[in-house]
């Protein structure tokens, strides 16, 4: 068995789009067996309960952001770049649940207002504001011992791209088998000129339940449509000035904050891996929640 030292050393000189599938999940298998974790495992809560299920990722090196010649390219996902995410952190399959938050809420006297719509059961939760999730992440991160926070956007879309390099991580094409988007704003039929066509997709003007769309090779699933997701990273006009380590920039300060990974309510462009969205800082809105990343000693 390697050592954890040996592993996250490995995974530094791999670029992850040089490797296979099979391989890609043996890195993180390789990965998770170094930390004596499983792939997949949840925190205890004090109650006895069990926080947001996690994906062990590893550390390796991506191109973030989209080329040119990528359908539905904005100027905001531009330089591409190559980004080293230095250690190994295990981030959220899902979103945050509405069940999920639901604990916290009880347990902190959070108050919901009443006026506004309000998920339930496995739908991810929504209308809470970053300030709201970050609260949800410091009675986590008491409630299990661990350091729970947002994902920057560089850790977000490695994860999410799990060694692709495509426009979605199953491809440069997607349906609505595997992500749920605005069934009128698809993507191969814009992407083809299709200006009338049939939508394939029922309408479904809401959020559907965490894990109803296939995951991705690292086993996460709705990083593609479903509802946004909130980053820690804040917004800028373009990737010009990322730091390369996947981290974010302290240098900046603005009251705009990136999101990623589309919405039902939006058109499937939005949902590619390199899409991003700017959102203000006291936001809130019924397509917009948030994914956890616990982070790893070695």
């Known amino acids: 068995m390697q050592t954890s030292e040996q592993v996250v050393s490995l995974a530094k000189t791999n670029f992850l789009p040089d490797l296979d599938s099979s391989e890609i999940q043996q890195l993180q298998r390789d990965t998770a067996q ?23 990722i590893p550390a390796g090196q991506y191109e973030m952001g989209s080329s040119y010649d990528e359908f539905g390219h904005r100027k905001e996902e531009y330089p591409q770049h190559y980004t080293q995410i230095q250690k190994p952190f295990a981030i959220g399959r899902f979103t945050v ?36 999730a970050n609260l949800y992440l410091e009675w986590l ?3 299990t011992g661990e350091s729970y926070r947002l994902p920057t956007e560089a850790e977000w879309e490695y994860a999410a791209r799990a060694g692709s390099t ?81 981290s974010d920039n302290s240098n900046f300060i603005s009251p705009l904050y990136v999101t990623k990974g589309g919405s039902w309510f939006d058109e499937a462009i939005h949902a590619r891996s390199a899409a991003r969205k700017k959102r203000l800082f006291d936001e809130m809105d019924t397509n917009l929640g948030f994914r956890v990343v616990r982070e790893i000693s070695s």
């Open 166 to 246: 495509t426009a979605f991580h199953f491809g440069d094409e997607v349906t609505c088998k595997e992500v749920h988007f605005h069934s009128l704003f698809p993507y191969n039929e814009a992407k083809n000129n299709k200006r009338w066509f049939l939508p394939r997709c029922s309408p479904l003007a809401k959020v559907l339940e965490v894990g109803t769309k296939p995951a991705n090779l690292w086993g996460l699933h709705d990083v593609h449509g479903n509802v946004w997701e909130f980053t820690s990273t804040y917004w800028k006009d373009s990737h010009l000035f990322n730091n390369r380590d996947g």
């Open 97 to 132: 649940t509405a069940d999920e938050f639901e604990l916290f809420r009880k347990d902190t006297e959070f108050f919901v207002r009443p006026d506004l719509i309000w998920s339930k059961g496995k739908e991810p939760v929504i209308n809470i504001r970053l300030a709201d």
């Open 141 to 143: 991160s008491d409630q």
């Open 34 to 56: 170094s930390l004596n974790l499983p792939v997949f495992f949840s925190d205890t809560l004090k109650s006895g309960e069990k926080g947001p299920e996690l994906a062990v």
